[in-house]
């Protein structure tokens, strides 16, 4: 992989944590919590595993009609 791709994903992988740090982590807390049956202070970084994610992606898509599309709108 060149470096211009790695700079690429990087960015991208930046932009998609923040994206998830400003706007999509309380909820992602609250499903995690809630999935978990933990309160949410009580959650680890480990519980936020990929399983659980794209768990929270699908109920997203499912129950509040998000896609892909708006998840990745700027």
Same mark, same amino acid.
């Not at 700079?7 to 930046?14: D, F, V």
């Not at 399983?51 to 499912?62: G, K, P, Q, S, T």
């Given at each position: 992989?060149?470096?211009? =791709?790695?700079?690429?994903?990087?960015?991208?992988?930046? *932009?998609?944590?923040?994206?998830? =740090?400003?706007? %999509?982590? @309380?909820? #992602?807390?609250? !499903?995690?919590? %809630?999935?978990?049956?933990?309160? @949410?202070?009580? #959650?680890?970084?480990?519980?936020?595993?990929?399983? #659980?994610?794209?768990? !929270? #992606?699908? *109920?997203? +898509? +499912?129950?509040?009609?998000? =896609?892909?599309? =708006?998840?990745?709108?700027?």
């Amino acid at each position: 992989m060149d470096e211009a =791709t790695l700079e690429s994903r990087e960015a991208s992988l930046r *932009e998609a944590i923040r994206a998830l =740090t400003l706007i %999509a982590a @309380p909820q #992602l807390i609250l !499903f995690a919590a %809630a999935r978990l049956r933990k309160r @949410p202070a009580a #959650l680890v970084l480990e519980d936020l595993d990929r399983d #659980l994610v794209l768990a !929270f #992606l699908d *109920e997203l +898509e +499912e129950k509040r009609n998000n =896609t892909v599309a =708006t998840r990745n709108a700027h």
